[in-house]
């Protein structure tokens, strides 16, 4: 509750009642939270500083604004280590999550420049182009597209490229994965990923690049994701 005769800020023991809240499940995902207005009467403050604790919630994430509709629970994000080389399957799994992907195209083209010194392989020489969207409890994450050299993975399929593509080389093809590099950056959604993802046009995203490699260090798979930052976030451990 809220302690007027406490040092700590009004706003902020709002905030702590709101996250406990949420935390103890009395406010579900997606469920909307009272307005300004009940939060004011129902603790006698100022709508001002009810505004202040709730905009800090929706940067944090815990909140979200949805226009001429007010102020929901935000879902909670899918947190990866960046230690460790995981698939999305293996790592939804991991956290009790069903993965699945809708297969949007699946194609064999001819690299193009930069794909070919990604994946050191001839320009022009056969890749698969695989784009899915990457969905987790049936929600939408990411929107994916991968390469990968035709003459590394022999025998891929429309059928087949739709499940673990980490799991389809290492159990069909007796190919060892050994590491990959990654690149992170931020971004906004256009029209199409706002349309494909389930969300506005102009919410955050992060861009990946991950380029993946075999035991003998041959790059074997090019992949461009784009996830929704309101659902991933990703945590890396340094040490000193």
């Not at 700590?8 to 406010?27: A, C, F, S, T, W």
């Not at 009272?34 to 006698?44: H, K, N, T």
């Not at 070919?116 to 969905?135: D, G, H, P, Q």
């Not at 035991?215 to 992949?223: A, M, N, R, S, T």
């Amino acid at each position: 509750m809220i302690n007027k005769n406490s040092p700590v800020p009004i706003y902020h023991q709002l905030e702590e009642y709101i996250k406990q809240q949420i935390e103890n499940g009395i406010l579900k995902e997606e469920a909307i939270i009272p307005s300004e207005r009940e939060y004011a009467q129902m603790f006698q403050i100022s709508r001002m500083t009810v505004r202040q604790a709730i905009n800090n919630l929706v940067i944090e994430g815990y909140l979200k604004r949805q226009k001429g509709r007010g102020t929901f629970v935000n879902r909670k994000k899918v947190e990866q280590e960046l230690q460790g080389m995981t698939s999305f399957t293996e790592d939804m799994r991991s956290r009790g999550m069903s993965p699945s992907s809708t297969l949007l195209s699946f194609q064999i083209i001819p690299a193009d420049n930069k794909t070919a010194l990604n994946l050191k392989v001839e320009e022009n020489e056969s890749v698969y182009k695989i784009k899915r969207i990457r969905l987790a409890d049936g929600s939408p994450m990411a929107i994916e597209t991968a390469y990968i050299p035709v003459k590394l993975v022999p025998g891929l399929t429309e059928a087949n490229s739709n499940l673990s593509l980490y799991q389809y080389i290492e159990d069909n093809l007796s190919l060892s994965i050994s590491e990959a590099t990654q690149e992170i950056e931020a971004s906004n959604a256009g029209s199409l990923e706002a349309e494909t993802l389930e969300i506005s046009i102009g919410e955050p995203l992060l861009l990946i690049k991950r380029i993946s490699y075999l035991q003998d260090g041959v790059p074997f798979e090019l992949v461009k994701s784009a996830f929704r930052a309101d659902r991933y976030r990703f945590i890396h451990t340094m040490k000193r």
